[in-house]
């Protein structure tokens, strides 16, 4: 979570959380990836959490991260929207889908077909 005083970049990104945005500036439109995908990339193979709080902390920032293509894994190749909030969840699904991602009733998306694939093969982190 971004903490009391911590250093701040233009628009009010927390410089830390760069690793995450800078895997997440990646994704191309009409993909996504999930919260552990990129986290592996930014090089914390473990910090799924820790991702979401860094996208999580771009919320009334001026940014260009397209947080959106960022999902929480549901096992049996989905991952899905994983806001509690309801206009946020909201706002995440109409971003997708203007960018052509189809998602179920529940908020799901299938990897297989708008899967990151280029994130899924690689094992190093992004410099």
């Known amino acids: 979570m971004a903490r009391a005083g911590e250093k ?70 989905r991952a899905g929207i994983s806001l509690r909030d309801p206009i946020g969840a909201a706002a995440q699904r109409a971003l997708l889908e203007r960018e052509g991602v189809v998602l179920d009733a529940r908020g799901r998306v299938e990897l297989g077909k708008f899967g990151w694939k280029r994130g899924a093969a690689r094992k190093t982190s992004i410099p």
């Open 8 to 77: 701040r970049g233009s628009g009010g990104v927390v410089l830390r959380f760069e690793p995450f945005y800078r895997v997440a500036r990646r994704i191309p439109r009409g993909r996504v990836a999930t919260y552990g995908q990129v986290a592996a990339l930014a090089g914390r193979p473990r910090g799924a959490r820790l991702c979401g709080y860094a996208l999580s902390a771009l919320r009334n920032t001026v940014h260009d991260v397209p947080w959106q293509r960022v999902l929480g894994a549901r096992g049996a190749g």
